[in-house]
């Protein structure tokens, strides 16, 4: 069976192709806003409009098949931002076959685990639009912890905005905190199993005026990534897991990955992170996870919609019962 994933609910416009477990095709396009701006809702939309056909196109080539070996189109129906979501879902319904709603945070896990091997880990989602500790109980993946505020990739991002770099600001803040030497006592906010992000970023701004673009790096990555792996840490802990799962554009910072390995070690943990292809998103996690759904008796949606507020713990899981 034949699974084309459409996803297009931030600044990537992607499409992916999985035959079976097989990715076949994994072809995306993203937006990037102007120097000194975040994403602008209507900009990406425009953004995707333009891409849609090439990007399928280009997906279809790569895979080798044209659209009547296509079974099933998958699309992420949410979280994310309603002109982006529109997209998708119209190119979805354009393609005439039947189509599976796809959550986007469940389709980050699933090619986590298909891809790293992994069971049943605690999964740490660390995104540009979302950041959440996951872990499955009775039919869901439940949200254990989460920002209460921003994502952690959106702050990292605006950090970046606010040192005059270009967007996405992940990489640049990785490559100035590598040579901080200095740590600058910044403000460490865990609730619970929450944390938040908008008071540490907002003392980092005002920093700046102070000490280096390096040293507020360094101090931002460390305080961040050090909640972020207490939170993990604590829902292993309570869950009785021994694997955690990373994803989300975040993923790919070394110095979180580093974080959660020590923290897996100590523990006597595994630890796998996303590859970096599949960690960001795109659409053959979509396809996959739309895979799942069909597999396990998901009904094609009769009038395929977006749900811009969809969350994780919101989507049932029959595949994992
Ligand atoms: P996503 O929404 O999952 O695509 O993730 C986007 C976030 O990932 C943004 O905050 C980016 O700054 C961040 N990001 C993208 N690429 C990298 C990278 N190579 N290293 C660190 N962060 C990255
Ligand atoms: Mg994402």
Not at 69 to 79: F, K, L, N, R
Not at 128 to 137: E, L, R
Not at 163 to 168: A, F, H, S, T
Request: aromatic share 8%; net charge neutral.
């Amino acid at each position: 069976m034949i699974s084309l994933g459409i996803e297009s609910t931030s600044h990537t416009f992607g499409i992916g192709i999985c035959e079976g477990r097989k990715i076949i095709a994994n072809a995306k396009s993203m937006y990037t806003p102007e120097r000194g701006w975040g994403i602008k809702p209507d900009e990406a939309r425009k953004h995707h409009e333009k891409a849609k056909d090439e990007v399928l196109e280009k997906a279809l080539q790569e895979a080798g098949v044209s659209l009547d070996d296509i079974d099933i189109v998958s699309v992420a129906a949410g979280p994310g931002l309603p002109p982006c979501l529109r997209v998708g879902i119209g190119l979805a319904k354009s393609l005439k076959k039947p189509v599976i709603e796809v959550n986007h945070p469940v389709a980050h896990i699933e090619i986590g685990r298909l891809l790293c091997r992994c069971g049943d880990p605690i999964v740490l989602y660390a995104s540009g639009g979302n950041t959440q500790v996951i872990g499955y109980a009775s039919g869901r993946y439940r949200v254990f912890g989460e920002t209460q505020d921003m994502a952690i990739g959106n702050a990292r991002d605006v950090l970046a905005r606010e040192m005059g770099l270009n967007y996405p600001g992940g990489p640049e803040i990785d490559r100035l905190a590598s040579k901080g030497r200095n740590y600058i006592e910044l403000p460490y906010s865990v609730k619970g199993m929450d944390v938040s992000f908008t008071g540490i970023l907002t003392d980092a701004k005002r920093k700046l005026a102070k000490y280096s673009r390096e040293d507020i790096a360094f101090s931002f990555a460390e305080t961040t990534f050090a909640m972020l792996t207490e939170i993990t840490e604590r829902a292993m802990a309570h869950s009785g897991r021994d694997e955690v799962l990373l994803t989300g554009g975040v993923a790919a910072s070394p110095r979180l990955q580093e974080m959660l390995r020590i923290m897996c070690e100590e523990r006597g943990a595994r630890f796998f992170a996303c590859p970096r292809e599949y960690s960001g998103d795109n659409g053959a996690n979509i396809a996959w996870t739309g895979l799942l759904a069909f597999g396990s008796g998901q009904k094609p949606a009769k009038k395929p919609d977006f749900r811009s507020r969809w969350r994780t713990d919101e989507t049932e899981i029959p595949w994992r019962k």
